[in-house]
Nanobody, 123 residues
């Protein structure tokens, strides 16, 4: 059974930083791509960032480039999302997801999902 467990969400002020973690367990192949999505109330789930497990190529939504960094620790089966200079509009539930092969930006392509962690950015 594959499990993805996110942590690190919370309440921060605009401009602050936060680091999310996602621990993966179970039968998940080392060449799976991992990604972060977010979903605000009343909005569709959107791609934030992703990393290919093999080779480590990273991908970002235009809105977070230069502020967010996705990384991995293979030994710990963990993927991270470092979020800097957070904005009010980035309040959302952040999800970790995994799929075979390479990162894509469509949530429909991902088979495995975590339960989500709430990030709230206040003024």
């Amino acid at each position: 059974q594959v499990q993805l467990i996110e942590s690190g969400g919370g309440l921060v002020q605009a401009g602050d930083s936060l680091r999310l973690s996602c621990v993966l367990s179970g039968r998940i192949f080392t060449n799976y791509a991992k990604a972060w999505f977010r979903q605000a109330p009343g909005k569709e789930r959107e791609f934030v960032a992703g990393i290919n497990w093999s080779g480590g190529g990273t991908y970002y939504a235009d809105s977070v480039k230069g502020r967010f960094t996705v990384s991995r620790d293979n030994a710990k089966n963990t993927v991270y999302l470092q979020m800097n200079s957070l904005k009010l509009e980035e309040t959302a539930v952040y999800y970790c997801a995994a799929r075979a092969m390479v990162v894509t930006t469509s949530a429909k392509d991902y088979l495995y999902w975590g339960q989500g962690t709430q990030v709230t950015v206040s003024s």
